[in-house]
């Protein structure tokens, strides 16, 4: 029997993901990657126990939690320092059975291409889809070198997707926020930081200690959608955020400007009612762009990818299989789109007042019990894949395991 083929337009966290999900379920892979190369820079990406749970069916996830650098306490700050909320690694693991792990996205493209089979990505290749196809004929894949035909196509092509374009035309494109993010990543300029968000007046700052020694730092503020700094990136930083608490200028005065990166912030706020059309689906921003204010963009193409290589294993039904992935799909991040939606209103009110108040309740939820405002987001970190974590570390993602992971799995039921 033919192996089938499956085409993944777009290179990014989920489209590798359901590479790999895929190629461990039976299927041929091949990954276009308009990019001359994968190199993400700037930008740093946490890693929730949602997440973490999904990477374990691929075998990284116990190398993605040997890089978390938190292992004290950090937690939210008002814009003069105050502490709102003070969180433990040990209070979040009990929370939801598992903390989060900041790191370089370059650093989890790295462990996810090094499970790709050879060959398997192909960088530098433009690619489109000129049929999703039906039951009775292939889908088609338009690139440079001619057509390519294949069984299941994965749009995994990023928040401005022309996969979705063809799949769904006239759905409504994703929308500004209202507010735009700054990013960077620099060596730690001085004593250790503790991991912390600040809520200020109209936006956000995030610092983040990465385990090699550097800081990933992230601010989001509200502007108009389509804006520059005409003088740089940083004296923006510098003019936003200058008199907000220490560390913050230290880190604004140590970025370079060619460190920061700029974006407006949008989302696709009518979502979609399936992900999939024909022999295609999509995946990550491309099914469901969401604010980063819950930090789940990242993780949830993780989760699409490993859903998705269950549902859609070779030699299963395919129509069937993309039917159940959907219905898995959809409700969870159509929902944490429009919870995402509303904590980025709550983080980026411009009133004073407003900002007094918000601060003001933080911290009384907080001083109610320890575990609160973890256990606000645990309906989302508590997710599980659909199949049994692999074992840690095994390249060939079979049904052994360690005991330490099945010491998890036993816990999880």
Request: without cysteine; aromatic residues 4%.
């Amino acid at each position: 029997m033919k192996q089938p083929h499956a085409v993944v337009i777009g290179g990014g966290i989920g489209g590798l993901t359901a590479a790999i999900g895929l190629h461990r379920t039976g299927w041929r892979v091949t990954v276009l990657e308009r990019a001359a190369s994968l190199e993400p820079v700037g930008a740093g990406i946490g890693l929730a126990p949602n997440a973490q749970r999904a990477l374990d069916v691929l075998g990284l996830g116990d190398r993605v939690r040997s890089l978390a650098a938190w292992q004290g306490v950090g937690g939210m700050r008002a814009q003069n320092g105050r502490w709102l909320v003070r969180t433990s690694a040990a209070e979040a693991e009990g929370a939801y059975g598992g903390s989060l792990v900041m790191l370089h996205r370059a650093t989890l493209v790295d462990l996810l291409v090094a499970e790709l089979p050879e060959g398997a990505l192909r960088t530098g290749t433009s690619a489109r889809l000129t049929d999703p196809g039906d039951a009775d004929r292939p889908a088609v894949v338009a690139t440079e070198d001619g057509d390519v035909e294949a069984d299941l196509v994965v749009g995994a092509d990023g928040i401005n997707s022309a996969v979705r374009d063809v799949l769904f035309p006239g759905h409504p494109r994703p929308v500004y926020a209202g507010f735009t993010a700054w990013r960077f990543v620099i060596p730690a300029p001085g004593d250790p930081v503790a991991p912390h968000e600040t809520w200020g007046r109209g936006g956000v700052w995030g610092t983040q200690p990465l385990k090699d020694g550097r800081v990933y730092v992230y601010a989001t503020a509200r502007v108009p959608e389509g804006g520059a700094a005409p003088d740089g990136e940083q004296a923006e930083l510098a003019r936003r955020f200058a008199d907000w608490h220490d560390p913050i200028p230290e880190l604004v005065a140590a970025a370079r400007p060619e460190d920061i990166l700029r974006n407006d912030v949008r989302h696709l706020a009518t979502p979609l009612a399936e992900h999939h059309r024909g022999r295609a689906v999509l995946v990550g921003d491309a099914a469901h762009a969401m604010t980063p204010s819950l930090g789940q963009g990242g993780n949830q193409a993780i989760e699409d990818g490993v859903v998705l290589a269950h549902h859609a294993a070779a030699g299963t039904d395919l129509f069937a299989g993309l039917a159940a992935h959907s219905a898995a799909r959809v409700p969870r991040t159509t929902e944490i789109v429009r919870r995402a939606a509303r904590a980025s209103r709550v983080t980026h009110p411009t009133s004073a007042p407003l900002v007094a108040v918000r601060d003001t309740l933080v911290a009384t939820a907080s001083r109610l019990g320890p575990n609160l405002i973890l256990r606000s987001f645990a309906s989302i970190a508590d997710w599980r894949p659909p199949q049994a974590p692999y074992a840690a570390g095994t390249a060939t993602g079979g049904p052994a395991r360690t005991a330490r992971a099945a010491e998890r799995e036993s816990a999880q039921r």
